[in-house]
Structure formats: C-alpha cells, structure tokens
C-alpha cells in the first residue's frame, strides 16, 4: 500500500483520523470548554426553518450552478475596500429580526483573541478574524442569506449558524457523486447533478487524490473570500478559508479519495481552527477599542489599503 493509500484509509475512519493528525502532529486542544455544533447538526437539534433552508442548499447547488457562481464573482470587480471596510458593513446589517443575533465583528475578534491569546501565528490570528468575510456577498446582492443565532439545549452556550438558500454553512464537492457523510444528504436526491450520466458517478469529472485544489466545492462564503485573499496570504491560511466549512471531510473522513499528500499536510490546520471557530461564542466580548490597534497593524502586514472584492 502506498503511503497516500495508507492515509486514505486512514481518513475514512474518523477515529483513526484523529489518530492520523495526533500522531503526526501532536495534540492542539485550546483551554476552552467545547461544545459541539456540528453534533448538534448531525442529531437534527435544529429549528425546523433550518432544515429547510438545508434542503434547497442540497437541492440547488449543482455543478452549473457553481460554474456561474464562480463566473459572477470571480472577476472581484464588484467593490474596492479595505478588510475594516467589510468588518464594518457586515457589523452592521440587519438579518433576521426574530431570532437573537451576535454581531459579525464580535465574533471575529472573539475568535482572533482567543488565537491570539493562546500564542497561535499571528497569520492563523489574522484568518480567525477575516475567515467570514466572504458573507460580503449579502452586501452584493445575494438577498436569500440570514444569519441567525439558535440557543441549543440550553442558554449557555450560544452557536451562529449561518443560514441561506443556495449557500449555507458547509460545503461540498461538485461534479462527482454526493456522499451520505455529508449533512441532510436526503435532500440531494432532488439535485439534478444526481442522476447525471457523470457528475452523479462515483469519481465524476475527478481522478483520485487530485487534490482539493482541483476539485469544483459548493459555492458560499467560504470560495469567495478565498478568490479576495489568494494574492495575499500563505498556503495555510488560504486553504484553512477554502475548506474550513468541508466538514464532511474533516469530521466525517469522507471524500478521501479526492485528497493529496498536501491536503493532509494541511488539514492539522483546520482541525485547529475549528476549536476556535465552533467553540468561542462563548469567549467573554473583548474591548474593541482597545485592541483594534494591534488588529489595524496585523491587517497592514498582509493587506494593502484597499483590495478588490
């Protein structure tokens, strides 16, 4: 067995996953109490409205879709702003009126100082704090996003789940058979890319372990701001923006086959964002006062002054 079969195998296997990335890489817990969303996911404790907006996600996100997609807002000439520009006007738009919300930017900067504090890089620092901001998109026209904040089990813990139609929290590959892993995979029975004489075979228009950098993911947030920062940051930050929402993969071990030497080098990666990401809604609200400038300094480092969305 080669030794990207041997990690393949390794992969399909959640528990051996866990081993795979302790083994080669140590362990990186965070100090924090965790809480696990994704379960909460899994288990179906989610507000009916939620499963929903799940199943026109499956039903919707085709190959073609995301080709168009892709084409729309690639060309990033929709808009010249600095990073705080964007933090700023997502702060400050207004969702879903009945639910509880926590802003955009206190989370981020929840997420960035706890990274921060815990001595992570300061680019891994500056991708906490920026890793959304591809919700950019509601700005641009895409009106069927809402961002809503749902109390699960009980008051104390507190998970923003990010809900829209065609584009929604976790992601996908395109082009290839939809795989049972993924969440509310019932509803891809209703996806056109399912019964197609290719897209809906088992490898589709892939051959294995291309690497996820060859491979068409479901469109959202996460793509796009991977297309704003490509030209700025390194491999690792860039790959944690892109896939960080392909729980799937890194939770469930599916999609192996679809995965390089470099992909499982870089997966440590996001399996060390996610404690952050998933877990620290329930850090205390930092003084954005007096922490921005620390922030201001962190963005000037990989940013120019405005860049192209």
Known sequence: MTDAQSQATAVADADAWERLLQENYGRYDTCKETYSFYDQLKDGKIHSSVVDMFKENRERQTFDYVMQAREKYGKLDKAMLSIWDVLDQLDNLEFDKNTVQLQQKVHAFQMAEAMRRE?????????????????YLYVLGEKQWTVSVLLLNDSKYAYALICYCKVIGDTFPVG??????????????????????????????????????????????????????????????????????????????????????????????????????????????????????????????????????
Request: glycine share 6%; net charge negative; proline share 6%.
């Open 119 to 135: 001595g992570m890089p300061r680019w891994m620092v500056l991708t906490g704090l920026i890793h959304d901001l591809g919700k």
């Open 176 to 309: 290839c058979k939809h795989c049972e892993s993924v969440l509310f995979s019932q509803f891809f029975d209703k996806n056109p890319d399912s019964n197609h004489p290719v897209y809906g075979t088992e490898h589709g228009i892939y051959e294995p372990h291309c690497g996820l950098a060859n491979v068409y993911m479901s469109f959202g947030h996460d793509e796009y701001m991977y297309m704003v920062c490509k030209d700025y940051l390194p491999p690792e930050a860039l790959f944690i923006i892109r896939y960080h929402s392909f729980y799937s993969c890194h939770q469930e071990g599916a999609y192996a086959w679809l995965l390089s030497q470099q992909d499982m080098q870089m997966m440590k990666w996001v399996k060390t964002f996610l404690r952050y990401d998933l877990y620290s809604y329930s850090e205390e609200l930092p003084d954005l006062d007096s922490i921005k400038p620390y922030y201001k300094e962190l963005i000037s480092e990989y940013f120019p002054e405005k860049i192209r969305w």
